[in-house]
T-cell receptor, first 113, second 110 residues
């Protein structure tokens, strides 16, 4: 158990809908990262938050947004969902922004029908 | 930009065989290098890491050496077990994020 908690584990929804994925980092970790794992794109970095502030953006679509709350949990919001958004979404956490080791949650599997 | 290339799978081995999974990288600066493992239905687990040239990371019988001259970080294990069957990802971190290779599926048969 990495200590990173993601909910829900599975999410099934329809095209055009909006969903929210939640991540609780390891106790004491200030950094949260979001990654997308899909069959065609592999594992791709989406966004990084440190202590409530956005620090880096990767290949994140404009339809997607994230935030980190004062209690350090994070949410990834996906809107106007398309079939191609179906993927496994991982959250990872680390102690500091410059910490190299990231610990991953079990992921949320999103299926868009 | 940064990139990681690893051998495509699946790699199928018999129990107690020797394992090598090749990984090469392209990065500006001096990244840290990682191997993560993903067991079926689970998230990624850190297997081992190396933070500078010539460092050797090791864990659970797996080893990888940070080779700056060949920009490589090949994963090796002397004797694989059925329980090692999983997908292995090579990754680098040169800043805020991890850049992953495409993953290599390992299947170990009894």
């Amino acid at each position: 158990d990495s200590g990173v908690t993601q909910t829900p584990k599975h999410l099934i929804t329809a095209t055009g809908q909006r969903v929210t994925l939640r991540c609780s980092p390891r106790s004491g970790d200030l950094s949260v990262y979001w990654y997308q794992q899909s069959l065609d794109q592999g594992l791709q970095f989406l966004i990084h938050y440190y202590n409530g502030e956005e620090r880096a953006k990767g290949n994140i679509l404009e339809r997607f947004s994230a935030q980190q709350f004062p209690d350090l949990h994070s949410e990834l919001n996906l809107s106007s969902l398309e079939l191609g958004d179906s993927a496994l979404y991982f959250c990872a956490s680390s102690v500091r922004a410059s910490e190299n080791i990231q610990y991953f949650g079990a992921g949320t599997r999103l299926s868009v029908l | 930009g940064d990139s990681v290339t690893q051998m495509e799978g699946p790699v199928t081995l018999s129990e107690e065989a020797f394992l090598t999974i090749n990984c090469t990288y392209t990065a500006t600066g001096y990244p840290s290098l990682f191997w993560y493992v993903q067991y079926p239905g689970e998230g990624l687990q850190l297997l081992l890491k190396a933070t500078k040239a010539d460092d050797k990371g090791s864990n659970k019988g797996f080893e990888a050496t940070y080779r700056k001259e060949t920009t490589s970080f090949h994963l090796e294990k002397g004797s694989v077990q059925v329980s090692d069957s999983a997908v292995y990802f090579c990754a680098l971190n040169a800043g805020n994020m991890l850049t992953f290779g495409g993953g290599t599926r390992l299947m170990v048969k009894p």
